[in-house]
Nanobody, 123 residues
Framework: QVQLVESGGGLVQPGGSLRLSCAAS????????MSWVRQAPGKGPEWVSS????????RYADSVKGRFTISRDNAKNTLYLQMNSLKPEDTALYYC????????????????WGQGTQVTVSS
């Protein structure tokens, strides 16, 4: 069965950095687009970023463009999200997810989700 396990979250000061990881298993990771989705307290889920199967093409929400970088290591079946210049509004539970395809940039079209890792940006 599909399993997605996120790690790397934590408490960081504004302006700081974190790197999230997502270990994938139960499917052919190297054949699928992958995404990050987040949910802030009291808000609905928000799509953050996606990457194609080979890792050459990436997309970002305007709210994180220029600060976050998505990447993947298909040899390790692992997805990453490098987050720099973090802001308090980036505080959320971050999920690794498998989108339905290349055009999926919404939480509504994610087929599989991990359990999430908490990121808190606060001084």
């Amino acid at each position: 069965q599909v399993q997605l396990v996120e790690s790397g979250g934590g408490l960081v000061q504004p302006g700081g950095s974190l790197r999230l990881s997502c270990a994938a298993s139960g499917f052919t990771f190297s054949s699928y687009y992958m995404s990050w989705v987040r949910q802030a307290p009291g808000k609905g889920p928000e799509w953050v970023s996606s990457i194609n199967a080979g890792g050459e093409r990436t997309r970002y929400a305007d709210s994180v463009k220029g600060r976050f970088t998505i990447s993947r290591d298909n040899a390790k079946n692992t997805l990453y999200l490098q987050m720099n210049s973090l802001k308090p509004e980036d505080t959320a539970l971050y999920y690794c997810a498998v989108p339905q395809g290349a055009t999926c940039v919404s939480p509504l079209c994610m087929d599989y989700w991990g359990q999430g890792t908490q990121v808190t940006v606060s001084s």
